[in-house]
């Protein structure tokens, strides 16, 4: 090995008052506790007069830069002028998720005491990477996840704190958890192999390897079969939108008859077109006796499991190896804060584990540390479980509960001011708070429609496609949102509806 070189000493550096221009304090912490109370000021008044602002921005591709400079400022700026630009050049830009009168996409989580939350991780500031790093950032995610898992009561075998093998891990999205599972399924079939045929290349595996989904995944299933580089197959639904084990079956049979290796399925539970289900009873038994990896994507419709009245949906979680969804869609905690659960944690740790010196800790594996590195792809991370931990305790089960329930509640509720007008239908089955819908129709009057909504900027709706129709989606997001929001977003459809038809008519 060779000799450690000795660095050689350079000119010293000259004292820091003769370097023309330094400013090093421009807010001290003085000034930080007066901003600070005046941004929560402004953070309060924003949310309180959200409904007031249009939910969706009447900007042009690239507004934005015609407003600020081309480069950075050489000299210290006034924070008065940054905060002035908040209102002149962001606000006008911004789509209001949190808008009483935004139903697009899914919910994204916004709560006081997460927000709280995620002040004081800025301020703490750690990376937890390792236990080491910072304790407190690990253990509370750990046992934030137990928590949780037992509000959706997961076998035992998912939490860290039971006699298996099983623990949880916040990710940052749920595309995050897809790829980790693929790549740590990926890496197990791939040992596994070679074990049994120790000439088989890591390329000449993957080659073979196949993944499998639901034609109604979600495009990160998709994206997380070509970053891992595998064949990633998609099994068509059946007339509810849900994967069953016979269609798997029929493509597995297929599959293995050709030469190739399946050894990942993705069943999603609550589909981000229609809050479809995939049969997990059936295709659950399927994947262990076929000994693929079952990962499951709970993204938007997780949330819904603790409410004892739609855990149903959940059952057949006991056959997956994975299980993700997203607090920070429903459940009050703010983004990011995926939730995912193994059973072997070994097979995630074992997928990913690397150990530079600088990145050891000098405390013996008793079992007991987590260094959640080995979990995700990135090495840093945040202190997210703290959201967890104050939403939580702020709202209780019983409140997240009453949470989940009111938006469910106003998602019928929408539903039967649609099903009371002949003119429109519904296209699938209210489950959560997902409402899907249609004018009765071609798929242009829909899409004229929708064009409609979203350029009068009253209320936001994005649409799908549901085999060859072309639906809108009228998604119940906003933590403020009340039935009066819902009948006036009704109505104002109707009046579009009505002014579109008026002419066919004619
Ligand atoms: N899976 C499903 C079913 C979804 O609905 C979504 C987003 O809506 C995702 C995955 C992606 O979620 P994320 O943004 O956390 O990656």
């Not at 997780?302 to 920070?328: K, M, Q, T, W, Y």
Request: proline share 6%.
């Amino acid at each position: 090995m060779a000799p450690v070189q000795e660095v050689a000493p350079t000119e010293a550096a000259p004292p820091l008052e003769f370097l023309p221009g330094l400013n090093p304090v421009t807010m001290n912490t003085s000034e930080f506790r007066r901003r600070g109370k005046e941004m929560v000021d402004y953070m309060a008044d924003y949310l309180e007069g959200i409904e007031r602002r249009p939910v969706y921005p009447a900007v042009e591709p690239g507004y934005l830069r015609t407003l600020i400079p081309s480069s950075a400022p050489e000299e210290p700026e006034a924070y008065e002028d940054i905060l002035g630009d908040i209102e002149r050049i962001i606000m006008p830009g911004v789509t209001h998720w949190h808008s009483p009168y935004f139903f697009a996409y899914f919910p994204t989580a916004s709560s006081y005491p997460a927000l709280l939350a995620d002040m004081l991780c800025g301020a703490i500031g750690c990376i937890g990477f390792s236990w080491a790093a910072s304790p407190a950032c690990t253990e509370l995610e750990t046992v934030m996840m137990d928590w949780l898992g037992k509000m959706l009561q997961l076998p035992d075998a998912f939490l860290a704190g039971s006699a298996g093998m099983g623990g949880g891990v916040i990710q940052g999205s749920a595309s995050e958890a897809t790829l980790v599972a693929l790549l740590a399924a990926r890496t197990k079939v791939t040992r596994q192999l070679q074990a049994t045929f120790p000439e088989l290349t890591q390329a000449a595996i993957m080659e073979r390897l196949v993944a499998y989904s639901s034609d109604q995944a979600h495009s990160s299933v998709e994206r997380a079969g070509l970053i891992g580089g595998v064949k990633l197959k998609a099994i068509p639904s059946d007339g509810n939108f849900a994967m069953r084990a016979s269609a798997l079956q029929e493509a597995l049979e297929r599959d293995k008859a050709s030469g190739l290796i399946p050894f990942f399925v993705v069943a999603t539970l609550g589909t981000t077109n229609c809050c479809s289900f995939d049969n997990l009873l059936e295709v659950g038994p399927l994947c262990n006796k076929e000994r693929v990896w079952l990962h499951i994507d709970a993204a938007y419709a997780g949330s819904a499991f603790i409410c004892p009245e739609f855990r149903h949906l959940l059952d057949g979680v006991e056959f997956a190896d994975s299980f993700n969804f997203n607090p920070h869609k429903w459940l009050l905690v703010n983004f990011d804060c995926s939730a995912m659960w193994v059973k072997q944690r070994t097979d995630l740790i074992g997928a990913f584990k690397l150990d530079p010196v600088y990145l050891m800790h000098g405390h013996q594996d008793s079992g007991l540390i987590t260094d959640y590195r080995h979990w995700q792809i990135p090495l840093g991370r945040r202190f997210r479980s703290l959201k967890m931990w104050f939403v939580f305790r702020t709202y209780g089960v019983k409140g997240l509960q009453a949470y989940i329930r009111k938006h469910v509640q106003l998602a019928r509720e929408f539903e039967s001011l649609v099903r009371q007008d002949p003119r429109f239908e519904i296209c699938m089955e209210v489950i959560l708070g997902l409402v899907c819908f249609r004018l009765k129709g071609s798929n242009q009057l829909n899409e004229t429609l929708l064009k409609r909504i979203n350029g009068a900027r009253k209320i936001h709706l994005v649409p799908c496609h549901l085999r060859d129709k072309f639906v809108l989606r009228f998604a119940i997001c906003s933590r403020e949102v009340e039935s009066a929001h819902v009948q006036q977003a009704w109505e104002h459809i109707r009046e579009l509806a009505e002014d579109i038809l008026k002419p066919e008519r004619a």
